[in-house]
Each structure stands twice: as structure tokens, then as C-alpha cells.
């Protein structure tokens, strides 16, 4: 099994930056693609972005391309989300989640996940 822990989530203003951590241990070596979703109060969970493990291709969803850049640390099975540019609309529970055979953008895909860690985005 692979266990994800993830860290980074708080408060923060609009405009302003947070960057999310997602550390994988166990069998991490089945791990073929890592991602972020989220998820708001009374909506379904969305895509955020994903990285293939060892190719390292990004994707991303339109509503924050070109504001969040995922990335990640082969050696430290570690991904990472830098947020910036943070709208209102961007609060919500972020989870990451690990998939063992494809890249993929729909949650049914997806074989691991984490917690979820809040982040909310207020004056």
C-alpha cells in the first residue's frame, strides 16, 4: 500500500501565495501519477492538476492554469502545489491522491489519496 500526508493548507489573502506538500511512503515504487484535487462545501471533487511520476508532464485545469505549478521530488516521493494569484473561489479541501497505471484527470482513477488539507483564500 502507499500512504500520502500532506501539509501546507491555512489562511491566506487574496493575491496572495501558499504551496502544498504531499509526502508518499510504502510501495512508492507502483506510483505512476500524482495529483491534486479539491473539493468546496456542496460541490463535487475536482481536478487540479496531475504529474506524471517519471516522465514529469504536468496538466492542469483551466481554472488555474497559469497560476499553480505542480511539481515534484523523485528522491523525496515528495509532489508539490505552488498556488499563487489565490481567489476567493480557490478555498476549498485539497487532496492529493496517487494512481498506479495511467495519468489521469477523473477522481475513480486514482488508488491513494490523502487527508485533505484546507485552504482558505479571505480578507
Known amino acids: 500500500q502507499v500512504q500520502l500526508v500532506e501539509s501546507g493548507g491555512g489562511l491566506v489573502q487574496p493575491g496572495g501565495s501558499l504551496t502544498l506538500s504531499c509526502a508518499a511512503s510504502?510501495?512508492?515504487?507502483?506510483?505512476?501519477?500524482m495529483g491534486w484535487f479539491r473539493q468546496a462545501p456542496g460541490k463535487e471533487r475536482e481536478f487540479v492538476a496531475a504529474?506524471?511520476?517519471?516522465?514529469?508532464?504536468?496538466y492542469y485545469a483551466d481554472s488555474v492554469k497559469g497560476r499553480f505549478t505542480i511539481f515534484r521530488d523523485n528522491a523525496k516521493n515528495t509532489v508539490y502545489l505552488q498556488m499563487n494569484s489565490l481567489k476567493p473561489e480557490d478555498t476549498a479541501v485539497y487532496y492529493c491522491a496517487a494512481n498506479r497505471e495511467l495519468v489521469a484527470r477523473s477522481p475513480n482513477e486514482y488508488d491513494y489519496w490523502g487527508q485533505g488539507t484546507q485552504v482558505t483564500v479571505s480578507s
Open positions: 504529474i506524471g511520476w517519471r516522465s514529469g508532464n504536468t
Open positions: 510504502g510501495r512508492t515504487f507502483s506510483i505512476y501519477t
